[in-house]
């Protein structure tokens, strides 16, 4: 059974910094790519970013929003993604969940609140 | 304009067919694109439930009734979810997805749908 289980999420202040993390079983995890998407409270889905795998370099993208304040990594070892994000701003207040959305793997998210 | 664009809202009766459309930014053509659907009840996650592009290139989510079925409407430049014999469980949020080449991952504003 495929599962990927967020957590890290929680209150951080505006202008703070928050790291997210995703483990996941049931599937080859290194051989997938590994998005991270959030929701804000009453919106749709946004993508963030993902990383590639490793024959594709661990390239990583990421949604004009957050390009230079979040950054994905990777450890195949451990079958985890991971999202730091830094200098947060309310409107990055979202259930943030880690996903292969390609293949509809996704976890059941994990909230941040970015408020003072 | 949005590279994705739903109705905000949907309702029908038990037991009747609903398509829900997808209705791509004019210059984008639905004929290139897999169109991805999500379904969501409120406090879980996105549930994948199929992708098309073609009768040739379709896939069904792994336990999605075969109700659920895809198609294009290339006139409107739309891709569209076919949902037969709706049920009470059926009511939930829509979202359509595709993956754009400068965008990455782009999701449709959702449907929600009401079955009366």
């Known amino acids: 059974e495929v599962q990927l289980v967020e957590s890290g999420g929680g209150l951080v202040q505006p202008g703070g910094s928050l790291r997210l993390s995703c483990v996941a079983s049931g599937f080859i995890f290194s051989d997938h790519y590994m998005d991270w998407v959030r929701q804000a409270p009453g919106k749709g889905l946004e993508w963030v970013g993902r990383t590639k795998n490793k024959a594709n370099g661990y390239t990583t993208e990421y949604a004009a929003s957050v390009k230079g304040r979040f950054t994905i990594s990777r450890d195949d070892s451990k079958n985890s993604v991971y999202l730091q994000m830094n200098s947060l701003k309310t409107e990055d207040t979202a259930v943030y969940y880690c996903?292969?959305?390609?293949?509809?793997?996704w976890g059941q998210g994990t909230l941040v609140t970015v408020s003072s | 304009q949005a590279v994705l664009t739903q109705p905000a809202s949907l309702s029908a009766s038990p037991g009747a067919s609903v398509s829900l459309t997808c209705t791509l930014r004019?210059?984008?053509?639905?004929?290139?694109?897999?169109i991805y659907w999500y379904q969501q009840k409120p406090g879980s996650p996105p549930q994948y439930l199929l992708r098309?592009?073609?009768?040739?290139?379709?896939?069904?989510g792994s336990g999605v009734p075969s109700r659920f079925s895809g198609s294009k409407d290339a006139s409107a430049n739309a891709g569209i979810l076919l949902i037969s014999g709706l049920q009470s469980e059926d009511e939930a949020d829509y979202y359509c997805m595709i993956w754009d080449s400068s965008a990455y991952w782009v999701f449709g504003g959702g449907t929600k749908l009401t079955v009366l």
């Open positions: 098309y592009k073609s009768d040739s290139d379709k896939q069904q």
């Open positions: 996903a292969d959305a390609g293949v509809g793997y």
């Open positions: 004019s210059g984008i053509n639905v004929g290139t694109y897999r």
